[in-house]
């Protein structure tokens, strides 16, 4: 079991730049891929980034690609990152951590996550 706590969401003007923070409970956070979802208002969460558990292996959707960045500390803070760049008023959305226990690979699908944080609010305006 793992519990998965999101911070850093804000306000911020177009161009701005935040970093969320994903910290996870356990000792087993090495073992997991990490993802960053969201969801926009009406509309369906979507797939924004992941890592795998040895940070090796990251992808994007490609909405965001260039312009975000995943990271992860497995040695001292059981923490995911996501660097955003260059925010766009179509990155407002709660942006949820996500992890996946199976060690099968990183993936889009959200699926193939067990663990789910409770999302942090970011407002991108124009």
């Known amino acids: 079991q793992v519990q998965l706590v999101e911070s850093g969401g804000g306000l911020v003007q177009a161009g701005d730049s935040l970093r969320l923070s994903c910290a996870a409970s356990g000792r087993t956070f090495s073992t997991y891929t990490m993802g960053w979802f969201r969801q926009a208002p009406g509309k369906e969460r979507e797939f924004v980034a992941t890592i795998k558990w040895s940070g090796g292996s990251t992808y994007y959707a490609d909405s965001v690609k260039g312009r975000f960045t995943i990271s992860r500390d497995n040695a001292k803070k059981n923490t995911v990152y996501l660097q955003m760049n260059s925010l766009k008023p179509e990155d407002t959305a709660v942006y949820y951590c996500?992890?996946?226990?199976?060690?099968?690979?990183?993936?889009?699908?959200?699926?193939?996550?067990?663990?789910w944080g409770q999302g942090t609010q970011v407002t991108v305006s124009s």
């Open positions: 996500a992890a996946d226990s199976s060690r099968m690979g990183a993936f889009i699908d959200q699926r193939r996550y067990d663990y």
